[in-house]
């Protein structure tokens, strides 16, 4: 399985970004990870096959995940960035209970 993450880029506090994936397979669980300097790696949000969608709490009502299976595409719609949101995303498949990573992206959050 390969993922494909792009969308990264410098935008201000308070902006607006789009992450895409695109994926050689979708997994029955897909998510977005992210990795700050000097921190682990930690889970952004997941979307199931079925829709059902969860979020760590920092980014609750800014970020939204969604996943097109006819394109075999998923995304990340960040909303009202702040510098904390800085870090590598990555994108994760799950596909018959094995984890597959794609290359990371890199969004920095600053004025």
């Known amino acids: 399985v390969q993922l494909q993450a792009s969308g990264g880029g410098l935008v201000q506090p308070g902006g607006s970004l789009r992450l895409s994936c695109a994926a050689s397979?979708?997994?029955?669980?897909m998510g977005w990870y992210r990795q700050a300097p000097g921190k682990q790696r930690e889970v952004v949000a997941g979307?199931?096959?079925?829709?059902?969608?969860n979020y760590i709490d920092s980014v609750k009502g800014r970020f939204t995940i969604s996943r097109d299976n006819a394109k075999n595409m998923v995304f990340l719609q960040m909303n009202n960035l702040k510098p904390e949101d800085t870090a590598v995303y990555y994108c994760?498949?799950?596909?018959?209970?094995?984890?597959?990573w794609g290359q990371g992206t890199l969004v920095t959050v600053s004025s």
């Open positions: 979307v199931t096959s079925g829709g059902y969608t």
């Open positions: 994760y498949a799950l596909v018959l209970s094995k984890g597959y």
């Open positions: 397979r979708m997994g029955n669980y």
